[in-house]
């Protein structure tokens, strides 16, 4: 109870202070909020993670009925992963915001819309009456739509803000759609009451509630086709933010269809498999556009697509469990899942933080225009390596432990009787294993266009490393990604009680089927420590032995050809050309090609500008349509002030009749429904 | 540790089989089988050479992926002797430590900021990618049939039954022998004695490796092929005692690289724009196989 309300007063002040404040103190005032919020609701996080969960009732008022508080171990998950991410981000924001100082009102809004959207993410984890629920997602939505438009003064920026920010709303919509159904028939805001309705009517009506929870709770995520808005706002944002938004943010529809299982009772077999079909066409389709993506930042957001769609087909195997009874298949979807979650959002926002400092360095997010900087930039240059091998999932780092969980899932699965159900884990299988090689494909390609070989661009100034400020919180973000890569037993260990929650729905044998897991789980980071040592091991043996013979430097070979220009390297388009051709059937690629005419040839070029087919095909469409059937409408809108006047008379004429034709119209409906 | 032992053995000489094989097939003589290993030796005592646009990852890359492939090794079994490694879906471990190696073999290739070696980066990445959908869905079928999820599991509860298992066996080991010519980038997919840098694979990323690092790549082909081999080796073993295993063991091995050696004298390399297809044709015969798996385990009746 003193935490609820010391984590209330906490921002509270802060958020009425930092608008009088120096820009420097704005910075320290936000950074040491964010810590003191991460402190207080981590403390009751862990406690719920051992087992203890935190329940408190809040009066409330006479429209929202009484607001619960419920932190349990999922919600207890979620809330320490989002505070070490927003911790991470606030630290190398304040170094990351320094490029702005001259801002000073535009810093306040944003200072002040983190610790929102950090406390909003929270309540949205812990809060379990529905109006509640919705207003913390709404201020989640407002202040990271303000956050994304930080520059606001570029077009673009704010094109991507308006469709994050209608998009978002739609995603509320579908929501408060599910809400009121469950309220009309059980006349409570509780999340109680979802159980109640669920478990009270068929099969069939827990797997539309589901779904349409799901869809609202998909556009947040971003699963395929429901991602257009993701790849707009991440780029435009300040690189911490889109760490934010890309580790955490999107993460929040995870947990919500988290939470929407556990509470709904339904078919899971039929949600398993829809969840497993989506996810895996979201984590093709994400990485598939991601490698031909120009702009580093873009092509991190559409990799988000990809790892949610990871993280979804681990939902949808331990969906599969629940529904045929097995164990051992919901521990490893489930644990695969959660743990790809926390994952995800260390080496997502890793990378986004790398991609922050080549951008202050360089000024471009170009891949084409980068290149080289891995001796400008060290650090961040073995950073970036270190989370692209992480996000690859390659051992030894975090990212396969959660593959693996999710492979092994997969193969235990298989042992399990029915065609449908082979066949499409077959069909996850497949998928996984694509994702996991163009995963690779693409971060050769970024990490080896932007940090290996020589400059493809001359810049005004030489780029420099970034200061430590930057680098610090980033390598606290690299120290718990080798951590869950080392230690994977500890951390499949603090996962026990969120995925006794997922079991509890048959039976209590978590346990029993839990124990192979972490014996594979301990082996696999002994085999990781291993690869370490023994790399380390043939490294140093080459030293010793070539220790004493000549090395000399020269340039690079080049077949004889001594005068290699920069410009002879292969760009990161020639580098996945082939890829390309093979896969063009499923993009849709503008080009422009000017072609060498004449003896005394002018200038020839070719530009290739990816675009998303799906969002041709799901936004774009649709909004012809819909501006085509409108356009229909536009005589209304001639222009006269006595049409207005008329078209507000028939409005209120309209209002009015309607009390005395209700008795009616009642009838009607009555007569309808005799029908 | 007994797969080990003799997967490092094997690979002292395998290559020198392959040489000689094609040696004979051409009408010449050939060097001695352990000729490859001495010219590694040779690569071991001498300097290098390192390139100024290359950073560190180039000089760790190669330690790195020949780490990774012993690391590989050790998780493969001897028919029902585990490996040094055995875990619940180690097969899963195999191939991504595997990929670790590939990662930075690819972008050590990148750092060189050649445009041959970019090429070769870029063909080596799009390849294996495909390969590895083959890889797992065999893996899948194996322990769909076996209802068991390691290597040394899979292999020792392999055994042959009905006709359809026979055929199983010889589709497992045709693709394993692709996803081999694959990985070590070798006829039909690559040429690995091709004159003209545009045309190659693997060689060209290494064009700028000398001295000892030259020396582990190449000794990690080598490696490579042994390891690809004993996993056909394990397909033929079953539960069958030390005895019989290790004399299996050597006959496929030295089968299989006679086998590398006719298929590298008699085939041409495929156009490099349709090897892509080719591999991913890979994948429809591990289907084949699993749906093979589907009718001995009687799903479809």
């Known amino acids: 109870m003193e935490i609820i309300i010391a984590f209330i007063v906490v921002i509270f002040l802060a958020i009425t202070l930092i608008p009088f404040l120096s820009v420097k103190w704005k910075g320290i005032i936000t950074v040491s909020t964010v810590t003191i919020i991460a402190v207080l609701s981590s403390i009751i996080a862990f406690q719920s993670l051992s087992g203890k969960n935190f329940e408190y009732l809040f009066g409330g008022s006479l429209v929202t009925g009484i607001i619960p508080v419920r932190i349990d171990a999922l919600s207890g998950w979620f809330i320490v992963i989002i505070n070490f991410t927003c911790l991470t981000a606030a630290f190398y924001g304040l170094q990351y915001m320094k490029a702005y100082r001259s801002q000073k009102s535009n810093l306040s809004l944003h200072c002040i819309c983190f610790i929102l959207v950090q ?12 109006l509640a629920f919705l207003i913390a997602w709404e201020i989640m939505a407002l202040s990271s739509f303000l956050l994304i438009i930080f520059e606001h003064y570029k077009r673009e920026t704010l094109n991507a803000g308006i469709n994050f920010l209608i998009q978002s709303h739609i995603c509320i919509m579908f929501l408060t759609l599910g809400f009121i ?39 947040k995520a971003g699963f395929v086709p429901f991602h257009t808005w993701l790849p707009y706002a ?11 938004m890309s580790g955490v943010i999107i993460k929040i529809g995870i947990y919500g269809m988290m939470r929407m299982l556990l509470l709904i009772r339904t078919d899971y077999l039929v949600i398993g498999y829809i969840l497993l079909f989506v996810s895996v066409v979201s984590g093709i389709y994400g990485v598939m556009l991601a490698i031909i993506q120009h702009n580093l930042k873009r092509l991190l957001a559409y990799h988000s697509i990809e790892n949610i769609g990871i993280i979804g087909i681990g939902i949808g195997l331990g969906c599969i469990g629940i529904g045929n009874g097995n164990h051992l298949l919901t521990v490893l979807g489930f644990a695969g899942a959660l743990l790809h979650t926390l994952n995800h959002s260390l080496f997502k926002s890793l990378l986004f933080y790398g991609a922050g400092n080549v951008y202050q360095s360089t000024q471009t997010m170009d891949i084409e225009k980068l290149g080289g900087l891995g001796k400008q930039m060290p650090h961040t240059s073995f950073l970036f390596l270190m989370a692209a091998l992480a996000i690859c999932g390659l051992p030894p780092f975090n990212g396969f432990v959660s593959e693996f969980l999710i492979y092994n899932g997969m193969f235990t699965g298989l042992q399990m009787s029915g065609n449908g159900l082979i066949l499409s884990i077959v069909f996850g299988i497949f998928g996984l294993a694509l994702i996991g090689g163009l995963a690779m494909l693409c971060f050769t390609k970024a990490f080896g266009s932007v940090f290996s070989g020589t400059a493809r661009h001359n810049f005004h100034h030489t780029p420099g490393e970034a200061n430590f400020g930057k680098l610090i919180p980033m390598y606290a973000v690299f120290i718990l990604i080798m951590a869950v890569g080392l230690f994977p037993k500890t951390f499949i260990t603090a996962l026990s009680e969120p995925l006794h929650l997922f079991t509890e729905h048959s039976d209590k044998y978590i346990q029993a089927a839990g124990l192979p897991v972490t014996t594979t789980m301990s082996m696999i980071g002994l085999c990781s420590a291993g690869f370490l040592g023994l790399t380390g091991l043939i490294f140093l043996l080459k030293k010793n032995m070539t220790g004493s013979k000549p090395q000399t430097v020269n340039i690079t070979w080049a077949c004889g050809y001594i005068a290699p220009t920069a410009k002879m390297q292969y760009t990161a388009s020639s580098f996945i050309r082939a890829y390309r051709k093979l896969a063009e059937p499923v993009f849709s690629i503008h080009k422009k090609k000017k072609e060498i005419q004449g003896v005394f040839p002018k200038s020839g070029g070719q530009e290739t500008h990816p675009y998303d087919k799906a969002e041709e095909w799901f936004i774009d469409y649709p909004l012809q349509l819909l501006k085509k059937f409108f356009n229909r409408f536009v005589f209304l809108q001639n222009g006269n002030l006595q049409f207005y006047i008329l078209y507000g008379v028939a409005f209120i004429t309209l209002v009015l009749i309607i009390p005395f034709a209700f008795d009616y119209i009642k009838a009607f409906i009555k007569f309808l429904n005799h029908i | 540790m007994i797969s080990f032992i003799l997967i490092i053995l094997v690979s002292l000489f395998f290559t020198g089989i392959i040489v000689r094989t094609k040696s004979i097939t051409s009408g010449r003589k050939g060097p001695g089988i ?16 390192y390139s100024k646009t290359t950073s560190f990852i180039f000089q760790i890359a190669p330690s790195i992926y020949i780490a990774s492939i012993i690391m590989a090794i050790m998780v493969i079994p001897l028919g029902q002797y585990k490996g040094i490694i055995s875990f619940d879906g180690d097969f899963v471990f195999f191939a991504y430590v595997l990929g670790t190696g590939k990662f930075f073999s690819i972008i050590s290739a990148m750092d060189t900021g050649s445009s041959f070696e970019g090429m070769g980066a870029s063909r080596e990445a799009l390849f294996s990618m495909f390969a590895e959908p083959a890889f797992f869905i065999l893996m899948g079928s194996f322990s769909l049939l076996t209802g068991h999820t390691s290597f040394q599991e899979i292999f020792a509860s392999l055994h042959f039954g009905s006709y359809i298992s026979y055929i199983l066996g010889a589709l497992a080991t045709f693709v394993l022998v692709m996803i081999t010519m694959v990985e070590n980038s070798r006829m039909p997919i690559d040429d690995p004695k091709t004159h003209l840098e545009l045309t190659m694979v693997h060689e060209v990323m290494i064009l700028d490796n000398s001295g000892f690092d030259l020396g582990m790549i190449l000794y990690a082909t080598n490696l490579k092929f042994a390891m690809y081999g004993a996993l056909i080796a394990n397909l033929f073993m079953g539960s069958f005692p030390l005895y019989l295993t290790i004399p299996i063991f050597f006959i496929i091995q030295v089968l299989f690289a006679i086998t590398v050696g006719i298929l590298e004298s008699f085939t041409a390399r495929f156009r490099m724009n349709h090897n892509a297809q080719y591999i991913l044709a890979l994948s429809s015969v591990s289907l084949l196989i699993f749906l093979g798996v589907l009718l001995v385990l009687k799903q479809f009746s």
């Open chain 1, 234 to 244: 991440h780029p435009v944002a300040p690189s911490h933010i889109s760490g934010v």
């Open chain 1, 119 to 130: 406390s909003a993410l929270i309540s949205i984890c812990s809060l379990q009456n529905m």
């Open chain 2, 34 to 49: 352990f000729q490859p290993m001495k010219d590694i030796f040779r690569l071991f005592k001498k300097g290098s050479v």
């Open chain 1, 181 to 219: 159904w469950v309220a009309i028939y059980t006349g409570s805001y509780d999340f109680k009451a979802i159980a109640l309705f669920s478990g009270s009517n068929s099969l069939l009506t827990g797997v539309a509630l589901f779904l349409c929870f799901s869809i609202g709770f998909a556009i």
